[in-house]
């Protein structure tokens, strides 16, 4: 079965520094990968998203994920990380038949001022 | 309006209530989705309709049940719930409902914040 590990629970980083959180998946084939975040009190919207080709894609304000097939994984990253970007991480795949999202169970990113 | 409305944003109801949650999406999208949110634990996908199809009940308890009466709107009517029932309650939408070749972008709604007493 797919399934969606996120090893942070909580990163801490401060404004202006570099920012990576991590992502790693269970599918058998090629997944397509995603990238959502949570504002307090918010839904969910998606950063970014990997169907294929390029392995590094683009999403908004400003992050971008690089996704290995070796590794597993699908991390996110961005280079200068703002005030505004505290808030949860969800990575999820869909890779199933039934064509429905696995989630992980988030990444809270706090920024120091 | 755009996007994915979710109504109400909080909800607190005690344990014999009959309530309901109302989710509208102006997207044109083919596909909508129930998700619970639980403190410390993954989102968990609770119903799928496709076309106003239900085509997916992930195991959910009876007290949740929902309602898909147009390919718009999408209702979770509750009853008789338990205090662990307490969650915020995601509705999304899609363009279709995914897998094989298609992908699932979703769409979410603000949520609603359930709290059962």
């Known amino acids: 079965a797919q399934s969606v590990t996120q090893p942070d629970i909580h990163i801490t980083v401060s404004e202006g520094a570099s920012l990576e959180l991590r992502c790693n998946y269970s599918?058998?084939?090629?997944?397509?990968l995603f990238w959502y975040v949570q504002s307090p009190g918010q839904g969910l919207q998606l950063l970014l998203k990997?169907?294929?080709?390029?392995?590094l894609v683009q999403g908004i304000k400003g992050f971008e994920a690089e996704f290995k097939r070796s590794q597993s994984s699908f991390n996110l990253r961005k280079p200068s990380v703002h005030w505004s970007d505290a808030a949860e991480y969800f990575c999820a795949v869909d890779g199933g038949s039934q064509g429905n999202l696995i989630f992980g169970k988030g990444t809270k990113l706090s920024v120091k001022p | 309006e755009t996007g994915v409305t979710q109504t109400p944003r909080h909800l607190v109801m005690g344990m014999t209530n009959k309530k309901s949650l109302k989710c509208e999406q102006h997207?044109?999208?083919?596909?909508m989705y129930w998700y619970k949110q639980s403190a410390k634990k993954p989102l968990e996908l609770m119903f799928v309709y496709s076309l106003e199809e239900r085509v997916e009940n992930n195991s959910v308890p009876s007290r949740f049940s929902p309602e898909c009466p147009n390919s718009s709107h999408l209702f979770l009517h509750l009853h008789t719930l338990q205090p662990e029932d307490s969650a915020l309650y995601l509705c999304?939408?899609?363009?279709?409902?995914?897998?094989?070749?298609?992908?699932?972008?979703?769409?979410f709604g603000a949520g609603s914040r359930l709290t059962v007493l």
């Open positions: 599918y058998g084939a090629t997944p397509y």
């Open positions: 999304a939408s899609s363009q279709d409902k995914g897998g094989g070749s298609g992908a699932n972008v979703l769409t």
């Open positions: 997207l044109g999208h083919n596909a």
């Open positions: 990997y169907f294929s080709g390029d392995t």
